[in-house]
């Protein structure tokens, strides 16, 4: 899943005010972040291979420590300890935060094939398939991604003329990205993924932008 990631950070602005879109961002995605540096690394694998599914050619084989539901737990516990220490916010923004980490996966379990572990080390793995369909795919994930957009459009509005033009650029982009991800031809390598998957930190970097052009559309939380 892909939009219907960012379709949950969007959508978390209306339970965490306080919360930057770009924190949200940070957690929603927190598993696909982490992912390519621990490839890299070497702790983690997968290969290409297409036709594995209609909707992407990637094989995970191997990613417990990004993408085990255990690991996430842990992670989520982790940025909302850190998030509450160092912000000093309301316990209800950094409890979202945590929650969103963890939601990363429930959402996979959804479109992925049964590749997803409980935790490291265990051999159960889970999916339930979605991406066998780009129809369905497409419809889950845009459907996702239009609730959770319409929520934080209605939960802020723009401080300058940059909070409008920003946000649907960042809005219209996520949408052409997921687009060409189902549509565009396999990776050529796994090398060319991890480093493309790195620069998803420059949408985390964007929503932080947007958010600072923006504000809460009940001024108790401004």
Not at 11 to 31: M, N, Y
């Amino acid at each position: 899943m892909f939009i219907g990631h960012y379709a949950l950070g969007f959508g978390s602005k209306r339970l965490a005010p306080s919360v930057s879109l770009g924190a949200l961002f940070l957690a929603c995605q927190w598993a696909d972040l982490l992912w390519p540096t621990l490839v890299m690394a070497g702790l983690e694998s997968f290969t290409i291979r297409p036709g594995i599914t209609a909707v992407t050619p990637l094989d995970f084989q191997h990613y417990p420590y990004s993408h085990s539901l255990l690991a996430l737990l842990l992670w989520g516990t982790v940025l909302a300890l850190i998030y509450r220490a160092v912000r000093g916010s309301p316990l209800r923004g950094a409890v979202v935060l945590g929650a969103l980490v963890v939601s990363h996966w429930l959402l996979d379990v959804i479109v992925h094939r049964p590749d997803l572990p409980l935790a490291p080390g265990t051999r159960l793995r889970l999916g339930l398939g979605l991406w066998n369909s780009i129809p369905a795919t497409l419809a889950v994930e845009f459907g996702l991604y239009a609730v959770g957009v319409c929520l934080y459009w209605k939960a802020t509005v723009a401080r300058d003329r940059t909070g409008s033009v920003a946000f649907w650029a960042l809005v219209t982009f996520l949408a052409v990205v997921q687009v060409a991800n189902v549509f565009g031809p396999p990776p050529p390598s796994v090398g060319a993924v991890t480093a493309s998957a790195q620069a998803m930190w420059l949408l985390v970097a964007w929503g932080y932008w947007v958010d600072r052009h923006r504000k809460p559309a009940d001024p108790l939380h401004s």
